[in-house]
């Protein structure tokens, strides 16, 4: 058993959910696949209109029950995370709030609110793409999806696609910056 695995095994046991899996943990089906890819193209979408590129997918099986992408730009919502616009549809087209037999595709590790609707949601499984150092809450920062000391906990995946997801990220940051940068030169010309 390697070091990895060895370690994964160990956190796995402290809980008794998955806290963070191996991108190639055979938990992680051509369905999280699929719909991992799905949550990219939306945030690719919310890229294009100015949103922080986060895309999510809630579905049971391989049946899509609600996707969304950031939308606290257009909307002026504090909480138009993906998570949470997909969470709320996929209850609506439920037929309720309990989500247990859901999982949830997202291209971030989701924020402490967007965790806390997941657990209150009792979302069964979070596959999630990169990390969030600043503001992550499965692993980064909180382990709010596997907290024992809440009523409910799901099992959490993390590093699918992670490359992919973190270099929309990154290009889209870029980006914002360079535009910034650019408007302040151009502010200073103007000045001088």
Known sequence: M?????????????????????PEDENVTAVDRQMMERALTLAQEAADRGEVPVGAVVYRDDVVLAEASNNRESSGDPTGH?????????????????????????????????????????????????????????????????DPRLNHRLETIGGVMEERCGALLRTFFKERRALKKAARSKIQEQTS
């Open 2 to 22: 390697s070091v990895r695995h060895a370690l994964f095994a160990w956190l796995t046991s402290l809980s008794g959910k998955r806290r963070v899996s191996l």
């Open 82 to 146: 993906a998570e949470i616009v997909a969470l709320r549809e996929a209850g609506l087209k439920n037929g309720g709030w309990r989500l247990q037999d859901c999982s949830v595709a997202v291209t971030l590790e989701p924020c402490p609110m967007c965790a806390g609707a997941m657990v209150n949601a009792r979302v069964g499984r979070l596959i999630y793409g990169a990390a969030d150092p600043k503001g992550g809450a499965c692993e980064s920062l909180y382990e709010i999806t596997c």
